[in-house]
């Protein structure tokens, strides 16, 4: 569901109004279990208004997640100085940082010369032509977000298909060759639902690439604050195979019966050579942006050490700033002090305001010369975006501040306990894939994270496998318009029929869910050195958070570590 400040005005928004503050009600005045503290309740009550708003939108979205800021202080949850304290944290900067960068790209034009230089590498048939927009959407959309980049190739993809229509007959009943329009008309829709699903998909292979990867990371960072930090090399690492490796069964899926247009060999590289010629040159602004993102890029992946098998670790550079500034501060400050200083939201954040201190190289007429951002541009970035992550860091900081986050954990292991590791994130990829077709991706993050790293704890699992996979899964919605920005903006082209996707996008989800799954155990388990059946010593005060909490006595927890999970042997 799209992420921006639309309201849903019909009868579903209507009902969700009301729906809302009357279920919230109802949560906070009937008496709750008795083990579970009075402050969790309230907050229980404060998620279940803010997800009837969010699942609805009947509210702005940003304007939702403003929520916590009242309800938390009135309801004896939080302070209000706190609760304000967890709306801005670094995670909200990077993202701040990536965006305005990928403002500066948007704004000279570069996306549009890298996407026409990629299709036409890939090559011009039809199943060279689908393959080459997702390929140039996936590269695209790992830095900018999943909607702006679905935003700028579909006229670059619809442009192609009038050519085509033009080169080799219209879309119309009285076309004589009734063959070509159809294969014509499958052609558009696998292209159009190839750069929905691409813009989706290259978006879990960066930190930056999807909000919901940053509403995680934010989430993790409130949630367990003693754990070591994901650094987006590690992410990368992990991530982007996983990308290319859907990407590539995404594109087997959409072509596997896609059949070629009478008279299409007529279509040679020309077009998109004469697409380029229109571009001109590379001016000075293009070339200065892409030494910008290419020194950012390059930045991010080699701050933290990058393992790449047990043996080979390539170190990073963070280490060595950080033991610069310890030595460069010795008077003041021991050296331990620094570690952690610089992380990826410092880079991002450079390069975004350097992108305000260095000349385009091109002069506007009357107003000298220009710099490659100005405010007005940077002005476009969606700013309900960062109240949203706000939201979603209030509820986590609220579920671990008040033993929920321990309680609903517990409650919902029940439907694990007993099962294998594999078993449990399957079922965790399955339930977030299917729910976000519905509902939101980062509100579904911001809501569910703090219930499942609970979970993990009951379960006897590091939180990590838990809580990555599912963040991933919420990218891999791609059956309904309303699962993915991407999926709304392409099916409003009107050249996809539901069926389609629904046909295609449901093959998709269960290929999600078991590539999902198994990068979580080739990949994400040996790059984080994540221990099966193990909860790590920095998640257990996890517990023991709140002086709210009072003792619990769900048979949860008075079962052995070893009866959720036969795995663990006396490790919770």
Same mark, same amino acid.
């Given at each position: 569901?799209?992420?921006?400040?639309?309201?849903?005005?019909?009868?579903?928004?209507?009902?969700?109004?009301?729906?809302?503050?009357?279920?919230?009600?109802?949560?906070?005045?009937?008496?709750?279990?008795?083990?579970?503290?009075?402050?969790?309740?309230?907050?229980?009550?404060?998620?279940?208004?803010?997800?009837?708003?969010?699942?609805?939108?009947?509210?702005?979205?940003?304007?939702?997640?403003?929520?916590?800021?009242?309800?938390?202080?009135?309801?004896?949850?939080?302070?209000?100085?706190?609760?304000?304290?967890?709306?801005?944290?670094?995670?909200?900067?990077?993202?701040?940082?990536?965006?305005?960068?990928?403002?500066?790209?948007?704004?000279?034009?570069?996306?549009?010369?890298?996407?026409?230089?990629?299709?036409?590498?890939?090559?011009?048939?039809?199943?060279?032509?689908?393959?080459?927009?997702?390929?140039?959407?996936?590269?695209?959309?790992?830095?900018?977000?999943?909607?702006?980049?679905?935003?700028?190739?579909?006229?670059?993809?619809?442009?192609?298909?009038?050519?085509?229509?033009?080169?080799?007959?219209?879309?119309?009943?009285?076309?004589?060759?009734?063959?070509?329009?159809?294969?014509?008309?499958?052609?558009?829709?696998?292209?159009?639902?190839?750069?929905?699903?691409?813009?989706?998909?290259?978006?879990?292979?960066?930190?930056?690439?999807?909000?919901?990867?940053?509403?995680?990371?934010?989430?993790?960072?409130?949630?367990?604050?003693?754990?070591?930090?994901?650094?987006?090399?590690?992410?990368?690492?992990?991530?982007?195979p996983f990308g290319l490796v859907y990407l590539g069964l995404a594109?087997?899926?959409?072509?596997?019966?896609?059949?070629?247009?009478?008279?299409?060999?007529?279509?040679?590289?020309?077009?998109?050579?004469?697409?380029?010629?229109?571009?001109?040159?590379?001016?000075?602004?293009?070339?200065?942006?892409?030494?910008?993102?290419?020194?950012?890029?390059?930045?991010?992946?080699?701050?933290?050490?990058?393992?790449?098998?047990?043996?080979?670790?390539?170190?990073?550079?963070?280490?060595?700033?950080?033991?610069?500034?310890?030595?460069?501060?010795?008077?003041?400050?021991?050296?331990?002090?620094?570690?952690?200083?610089?992380?990826?939201?410092?880079?991002?954040?450079?390069?975004?305001?350097?992108?305000?201190?260095?000349?385009?190289?091109?002069?506007?007429?009357?107003q000298g010369s220009q710099r490659l951002m100005d405010w007005p541009?940077?002005?476009?970035?969606?700013?309900?975006?960062?109240?949203?992550?706000?939201?979603?860091?209030?509820?986590?900081?609220?579920?671990?501040?008040?033993?929920?986050?321990?309680?609903?954990?517990?409650?919902?292991?029940? *439907?694990?306990?007993?099962?294998?590791?594999?078993?449990?994130?399957?079922?965790?990829?399955?339930?977030?894939?299917?729910?976000?077709?519905?509902?939101?991706?980062?509100?579904?993050?911001?809501?569910?994270?703090?219930? *499942?790293?609970?979970?993990?704890?009951?379960?006897?699992?590091?939180?990590?496998?838990?809580?990555?996979?599912?963040?991933?899964?919420?990218?891999?919605?791609?059956?309904?318009?309303?699962?993915?920005?991407?999926?709304?903006?392409?099916?409003?082209?009107?050249?996809?029929?539901?069926?389609?996707?629904?046909?295609?996008?449901?093959?998709?989800?269960?290929?999600?869910?078991?590539?999902?799954?198994?990068?979580?155990?080739?990949?994400?388990?040996?790059?984080?050195?994540?221990?099966?059946?193990?909860?790590?010593?920095?998640?257990?005060?996890?517990?023991?958070?709140?002086s709210e909490m009072e003792p619990l006595s769900t048979p949860l927890?008075?079962?052995?570590?070893?009866?959720?999970?036969?795995?663990?042997?006396?490790?919770?």
């Amino acid at each position: 569901m799209a992420e921006g400040d639309e309201i849903d005005s019909g009868w579903a928004g209507r009902l969700g109004l009301w729906l809302g503050p009357l279920l919230g009600l109802v949560v906070l005045v009937v008496p709750g279990p008795a083990d579970l503290p009075h402050a969790a309740q309230r907050l229980a009550a404060v998620v279940v208004l803010m997800a009837v708003w969010w699942a609805t939108q009947c509210v702005p979205m940003a304007v939702t997640s403003l929520v916590p800021l009242i309800a938390f202080p009135l309801l004896g949850i939080d302070s209000a100085k706190n609760v304000a304290g967890t709306y801005l944290t670094d995670s909200s900067m990077l993202y701040l940082g990536g965006f305005i960068i990928a403002l500066a790209i948007e704004r000279w034009g570069l996306h549009r010369r890298v996407a026409l230089h990629v299709v036409k590498a890939t090559g011009t048939s039809p199943h060279g032509i689908v393959w080459g927009f997702m390929l140039a959407t996936f590269l695209i959309s790992m830095w900018i977000s999943n909607t702006a980049t679905t935003l700028m190739m579909l006229p670059i993809a619809m442009a192609l298909m009038t050519s085509l229509e033009e080169l080799l007959g219209s879309f119309n009943e009285k076309d004589p060759d009734l063959q070509t329009t159809q294969a014509l008309g499958r052609l558009s829709c696998q292209t159009y639902l190839g750069v929905a699903y691409a813009a989706s998909i290259g978006g879990v292979a960066t930190l930056v690439g999807t909000p919901t990867n940053m509403a995680f990371v934010g989430i993790w960072e409130k949630q367990f604050p003693q754990a070591p930090p994901i650094s987006a090399g590690q992410w990368m690492a992990t991530w982007l195979p996983f990308g290319l490796v859907y990407l590539g069964l995404a594109w087997f899926v959409l072509t596997r019966k896609l059949t070629t247009p009478a008279g299409f060999s007529r279509l040679n590289r020309d077009f998109f050579r004469e697409r380029l010629h229109d571009l001109g040159p590379m001016s000075r602004p293009e070339w200065r942006v892409l030494v910008v993102f290419s020194l950012t890029a390059i930045l991010w992946l080699t701050r933290t050490d990058l393992p790449l098998s047990a043996h080979l670790i390539i170190p990073g550079w963070g280490g060595q700033a950080e033991a610069f500034l310890g030595w460069l501060m010795a008077d003041a400050q021991p050296a331990s002090s620094h570690k952690d200083w610089i992380n990826d939201s410092t880079v991002g954040l450079l390069f975004a305001v350097l992108l305000f201190v260095i000349p385009a190289g091109e002069k506007d007429r009357g107003q000298g010369s220009q710099r490659l951002m100005d405010w007005p541009t940077a002005n476009r970035l969606p700013w309900g975006i960062l109240l949203l992550f706000g939201g979603g860091f209030a509820i986590a900081e609220g579920f671990r501040i008040t033993g929920l986050s321990r309680w609903s954990g517990d409650l919902f292991a029940w *439907f694990f306990i007993g099962q294998s590791p594999v078993v449990t994130v399957l079922g965790i990829c399955a339930l977030m894939i299917f729910l976000t077709e519905f509902t939101s991706n980062v509100a579904t993050v911001n809501a569910v994270l703090p219930v *499942f790293a609970g979970a993990a704890i009951a379960l006897g699992l590091d939180p990590r496998l838990v809580m990555i996979p599912a963040t991933i899964a919420t990218s891999c919605g791609f059956m309904l318009p309303a699962g993915t920005p991407p999926n709304a903006i392409a099916f409003g082209t009107g050249r996809i029929p539901i069926g389609q996707m629904l046909k295609y996008g449901l093959w998709l989800n269960l290929m999600g869910i078991v590539l999902c799954t198994a990068a979580t155990w080739v990949l994400l388990i040996p790059q984080m050195g994540i221990r099966i059946g193990e909860v790590p010593a920095w998640a257990i005060p996890i517990e023991k958070s709140s002086s709210e909490m009072e003792p619990l006595s769900t048979p949860l927890q008075k079962a052995p570590a070893t009866q959720l999970n036969p795995a663990v042997e006396g490790k919770k």
